[in-house]
């Protein structure tokens, strides 16, 4: 077994018998739309979370800086570090977060997809990042995530793999025929680093026209959730972070999705998931974008 997997697995049993991590229990139920078996959570304690947000924002607490000692897993690199969410949904949903504060509506670096790299290598999962409110980030902190696949008996999975055998397996940006939202997505090589996962991200921002040459450091121009496996990378351009007060981040777009209640989860069978993606995400005419090469 590998070290980062003993820390999480250490950190967990300390954070549970300490009383600091809140993990949610949720009901849930499939909605195959379009093939795909989208995992629907219905989370009723959801205010729970949110109220103990609110009151950190309100009293201006970065729950990251100081972080709780509870929750520390361990250092990743000099910039980085690795933490339990206090909330989550999943065990071991890990938390990669910037040691010292840097603002989640900047872009991300290399040294933030080194650390990244760094966990995926040892913990096969989805990878994700909420690039500010409107894409579904609670916390101004720089934070990256990671949920592994399998934990304790249990298994999280990624529905839209379902689909993605229409991915082409060449290392440039692409698009899914069925993905009815702005986005690209780029199959993985199968000894990534940090530093390809870096240019496979700069190739999206440049595929969608976030940016049409070198990245200069410092605040993104658009919001957008970027989810990573060992296999690809998929960027998706937001426009608002909710749609009837059903909220979406990078999860979603992965498949899993998430309401507050029974009437929310009825909606959501009424339009269907890809059109609350569809609703969320920017639109445009990707026809008309050119397909940019890798390098
Ligand atoms: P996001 O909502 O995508 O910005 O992710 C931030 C995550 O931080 C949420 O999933 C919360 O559950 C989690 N969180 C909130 N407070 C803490 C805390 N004190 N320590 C660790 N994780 C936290």
New binding site residues.
Partial sequence: MNELLTKIQHTTRHAKQAGALHSLTTAQEVIVDHGIPFVVRILEQLDR?EN??AK?EKAKVN??LP??QD?FVCDLTPHHVC??????VVDH?I?IITREFQP?ETWLMEADFTALAHCLQRLDGLAFY?AGAIA????PHK?L?LIPFQSNGETFSVPIDQVLSQLNDRMQPQQIPLFPFMHGIIPLPQDYDGKILFDCYLALLRFLRFIDGPLNPGWQTQAYNLLVTRRWMLLVQRAQDQYEKIPV??LGFAGALLVRNQMQLSLLKKLTPLQLLASVAAQGDLSQRAIAPFE
Wanted: glycine fraction near 4%; charged fraction near 10%; avoid cysteine.
């Fill in positions: 979370k103990y947000q950190q729950p990251f972080y709780e929750l933490l339990l969410n206090k909330f989550n949903h938390l989640q909420n579904g980030a609670s916390q934070h995530q981040n990078s």
